[in-house]
């Protein structure tokens, strides 16, 4: 059964990977079992809850529904790819220091969300907030958290 | 001190940058994939079972069928925590549609897919039953020869004479709530992975209890626990979903035959529907009351669906029976709790276990008696909550409580009386709820730690407590720290791994922070103990003139005199010092034939109060304001406490608002996938929510994981009858169902 194979270029989080895959092969996979990138993980399967969010060309997508071979020649961003130098995003930095998390299972898929936001609208309102992350499931329950986090970081920003 | 400050979780970087390590991750050298087959009907025989056409797949290692089970050295053909009435695949006959009926591992997912596809198995439709009553109705197809009437428990509380107090009575209310199954969807996965080394068994899986499943897979296989290593990593969300015992017994039987190679069983989330569900419950309330609002006799008979198999319903319908009274003066009460076998998935313990069902019976029913003699509901609970002193249901008089206080303080957090409500609109209406919850915890159960320092100065806590997003590993390094004298960040918290962290009864109850909690103090005690005793030649005084703070042990009176823990050790020659901590509660059983007795080391207590705004026209519900008290005895962090109060508020919303599992006729589940079933989003809560955990003096720890949860639907419920005089009697409180109450102006 063998299946016919793609070749794709992505860069991801500023590295280049030059990689053969299946034609059916999800993006989710590719990062999680050829790459070892585990940022972003399956949650529902059908898009729906975010947990497999990342950034392709800065635009909020859900991987485990995306093809790979779709994607050549792409730029990704993947939570991994968000701390520079040892620092990490003030997203990253204000989720902790707002406790916006709980088991952080869909933590990363939240603070990607959370960055494509601030980088379109640098200052939005609580409602934009609550509007614009209400694709993300959080079944723990820190919404509340998550939503002062994602101000906090917009705060900061402002300084 | 590091106790009662809000530190982050102590992997929060983790957490942020997506390294935890997630049981998704593993993967282990020639690691094969698990695929399993289920079956399509609710309740048949099974004829016959053909993998040949399986077996061909290439790339398939190892497939599993009922006919593995019972050999010599494998696995047996039944295991259960508490009830022996489950196999590893189903034997003989399938008694829910979902169940698995055979297992297969091989090279690649595809293949493991396309094995199971190839499957070819022979049923045989029996007749089949979904609702807990229709169960128990004569006649209703069987599920267990052991139990032919399908109750497979009936647990009996009996406190005076009900008759006696109904006749007393001014006023007497039946009244029958329902609620529904719900989902846990916790958005990680059931994942379990099992290698067999000679023989030595490691299984690696999401579970929120360790220690039972190594002591029930090493009973399936009829070996020594001790052969079996169970590790568990930090978990996705647990939600009760992952206690005890769920694919474990399946994996390792199908790693047994899997020729020494770890096998690895990932389930698809609508997988995760026909693993464990929540009960279903009806639960009828009949109560009498004085014109003066006292109760004279309360009578509440509740009907579990359990499922297929009895996972550790026959526990939590005991547990149940004492979850559908609320903490009110009853002076006589009777409760009959019925656990019942029907061709569902199983169910088991879900966030706030049988309490938010019978808080939502209970908290509504009270809600109801109160506007039907004229009382002011928030009156009425004042006049009747149980004080220090009174007697519970049980006849056990309680002590340290607070369900006064947590009402009051929701009334305070809400501003019931400074704030007005908006006027009536055409289409809206405004009203506010309240509800008060109280959950006994689990009465007997035991919690171990092993604490080793080094010679670096730190400190590492050996536990297997999960931790599954409650902070669960923070709140225990915090309680290390402070009772060592340590800093926080000299503190690692590590397991579960049963090679190396000792028992523990159960991550579960919102039992972990009180008893584990307490364990690991004792340990730190112990620990500083031995380094005075250490210490004290080296600083030439008696032990117990020596105190220990900021990882040094000095001379109480004379603090420059002193000597770091590295030192202490350097200078005795060890390379670590040791402790073990225990704790642990033993209280009998309740009376089996009349529910009376001690039934926990304490009770959990938590209130909530909304303000909501209906839609006259459409039935829709916004819940405006939400607030929600928990009592926590003694805080350990307060961001993690805020969290536990506010997630549990969101948590419950869920099933209040909008989740129900849809069953078909067929007994299949018809929304199945989180794009049918929807849990909370951002747009689902409050505007406003804000919570807060009460201390007392003793400071007795108790855990927080559950107890703003459960008062969120009889809350909203009452809420909506404060704003429109219409009483809904079943969950979820959707627009459609609000919409025909009003209607019908029940």
């Known amino acids: 059964m063998e299946r016919e194979r793609h070749s794709v270029t992505l860069r991801i989080n500023g590295d280049y990977h030059d990689?053969?895959?299946?034609?059916?092969?999800?993006?989710?996979?590719?990062?999680?079992?050829?790459?070892?990138?585990?940022?972003?993980?399956?949650?529902?399967?059908?898009?729906?809850?975010?947990?497999?969010?990342?950034?392709?060309?800065?635009?909020?997508?859900?991987?485990?529904?995306?093809?790979?071979?779709?994607?050549?020649?792409?730029?990704?961003?993947?939570?991994?790819?968000?701390?520079?130098?040892?620092?990490?995003?003030?997203?990253?930095q204000a989720f902790i220091d707002c406790h916006a998390f709980q088991c952080g299972y869909c933590t990363p898929g939240f603070i990607l969300t959370a960055v494509a936001l601030l980088d379109e609208e640098p200052h939005p309102d609580e409602a934009t907030i609550r509007e614009h992350l209400s694709g993300n499931l959080c079944r723990c329950g820190s919404y509340m958290n998550i939503v002062e986090a994602v101000q906090q970081a917009s705060e900061r920003r402002g300084q | 001190m590091t106790v009662g400050k809000p530190l982050?979780?102590?992997?929060?970087?983790?957490?942020?940058?997506?390294?935890?390590?997630?049981?998704?991750?593993?993967?282990?050298?020639?690691?094969?994939?698990?695929?399993?087959?289920?079956?399509?009907?609710?309740?048949?025989?099974?004829r016959g079972i053909h993998t040949t056409r399986a077996a061909q797949v290439s790339g398939v290692v190892a497939i599993l069928t009922s006919e593995d089970l019972g050999q010599p050295?494998?696995?047996?053909?039944?295991?259960?925590?508490?009830?022996?009435?489950?196999?590893?695949?189903?034997?003989?006959?399938?008694?829910?549609?979902?169940?698995?009926?055979?297992?297969?591992?091989?090279?690649?997912?595809?293949?493991?897919?396309?094995?199971?596809?190839?499957?070819?198995?022979?049923?045989?439709?029996?007749p089949a039953v979904f609702e807990a009553r229709e169960a128990l109705a004569p006649g209703a197809p069987s599920l267990h020869a052991e139990y032919p009437d399908n109750c497979f428990r009936h647990a009996k509380l009996r406190n005076g004479d009900v008759r006696e107090g109904f006749a007393a009575a001014d006023l007497v209310v039946e009244e029958t709530y329902t609620s529904p199954i719900a989902h846990y969807a916790a958005l990680e996965p059931h994942i379990t992975a099992a290698q067999w080394q000679g023989e030595e068994l490691t299984i690696w899986t999401t579970s929120q209890a360790p220690y039972r499943v190594k002591n029930s897979v090493a009973e399936l296989f009829q070996i020594d626990p001790e052969r079996v290593r169970v590790i568990v990593p930090p978990l996705g969300g647990g939600f009760g979903g992952k206690g005890h015992v769920k694919l474990e017994p399946l994996v390792a039987a199908l790693a047994w035959k899997a020729n020494g190679r770890p096998v690895k069983l990932t389930l698809s989330h609508p997988e995760e529907f026909v693993t464990v569900i929540k009960h279903a419950a009806t639960i009828k309330m009949k109560s009498g009351v004085t014109g003066d609002g006292h109760f004279t006799a309360h009578q509440a008979t509740v009907y579990w669906n359990g499922g297929a198999y009895a996972d550790i319903s026959p526990g939590l319908v005991g547990a149940g029976m004492l979850r559908v009274t609320g903490p009110y003066r009853f002076s006589r009460v009777h409760v009959d709790s019925y656990g019942v076998y029907t061709n569902l998935p199983p169910a088991s313990a879900f966030r706030g276990a049988m309490s938010s069902q019978g808080t939502w019976a209970y908290e509504s029913h009270v809600d109801s008696l109160a506007r039907r003699l004229g009382i002011d509901p928030v009156a009425f609970r004042r006049r009747n909550l149980l004080q220090d002193g009174d007697q519970y249901a049980t006849g056990e008089v309680v002590h340290d409580v607070h369900w006064t206080e947590c009402l009051e303080a929701c009334i305070e957090g809400l501003q019931w009386q400074e704030r007005e409500l908006p006027p009536a609109e055409e289409k809206v209406r405004y009203g506010r709820g309240v509800a008060v919850m109280s959950k006994n915890t689990l009465p007997s159960s035991r919690s171990e730690c092993r604490l080793a320092l080094d010679g670096e100065g730190r400190l590492t806590v050996y536990t297997s407590t999960v931790d599954m997003g409650q902070g669960s590993h923070t709140a225990l390094a915090q309680i290390a720290a402070d009772g060592l004298g340590l800093s926080f960040d000299r503190v690692i918290v590590v397991g579960p791994d049963t090679r190396d962290t000792p028992f523990d009864s159960t991550t579960s109850a919102a039992r972990s922070t009180s008893m584990m909690g307490t364990a690991v103090a004792r340990g730190a005690e112990q620990l500083q103990k031995e380094l005075k005793e250490l210490a004290a030649p080296i600083v030439e005084h008696r032990p117990e003139e020596l105190g220990a703070g900021h990882g040094e042990i000095y001379v109480t009176d004379r603090p420059a005199e002193r000597v770091s823990y590295t030192e202490i050790l350097r200078r005795h020659g060890r390379e670590f010092l040791e402790a073990k901590g225990e704790f642990a509660t033993d209280i009998p059983p309740l009376d089996e034939g009349t529910g009376q007795g001690i039934a926990t080391p304490h009770w959990h207590q938590g209130a909530g109060a909304c303000e909501v705004a209906v839609d006259m026209e459409t039935g829709s519900v916004t819940i405006l304001r939400y607030y929600a008290a928990s009592f926590a005895g003694r805080i350990i962090n307060p961001q993690l406490a805020r969290l536990q109060n506010e997630g549990n508020v969101i948590f419950g919303l869920g099933p209040a608002m909008q989740e129900e599992v849809i069953v078909g006729e067929d007994g299949q589940i018809a929304n199945d996938s989180l794009d049918a079933y929807k849990i909370p989003s951002l747009r689902d809560i409050p505007q406003h929510l804000d919570s807060i955990s009460l201390e007392s003096d003793h400071g007795e720890i108790h855990g927080i994981g559950e107890m703003t949860l459960t008062p969120v639907a009889p809350a909203v419920a009452n809420a909506i009858y404060d704003a429109t005089g219409v009483r809904v009697y079943d969950l979820p409180l959707t627009a459609e169902r609000v919409l025909r109450a009003l209607n019908d102006g029940t």
């Open chain 1, 19 to 92: 990689l053969r895959v299946p034609a059916d092969e999800f993006l989710l996979d590719t990062l999680r079992d050829r790459l070892g990138l585990f940022g972003a993980r399956e949650g529902c399967g059908v898009g729906f809850c975010g947990a497999c969010t990342v950034l392709v060309d800065g635009r909020l997508m859900s991987s485990c529904l995306l093809l790979t071979a779709h994607v050549d020649g792409r730029v990704l961003t993947t939570v991994e790819g968000l701390a520079q130098e040892g620092k990490l995003h003030p997203v990253q």
């Open chain 2, 8 to 46: 982050p979780a102590s992997d929060a970087v983790a957490r942020v940058t997506g390294k935890t390590p997630y049981a998704g991750n593993w993967n282990f050298p020639r690691m094969l994939v698990a695929r399993v087959l289920r079956s399509p009907h609710a309740h048949a025989l099974i």
């Open chain 2, 73 to 126: 050295g494998g696995p047996a053909n039944r295991y259960g925590v508490m009830l022996k009435d489950r196999s590893p695949v189903a034997r003989e006959r399938v008694r829910f549609a979902g169940e698995p009926v055979a297992a297969v591992a091989a090279e690649t997912a595809a293949a493991a897919r396309e094995a199971a596809a190839r499957i070819r198995v022979e049923y045989e439709p029996l």
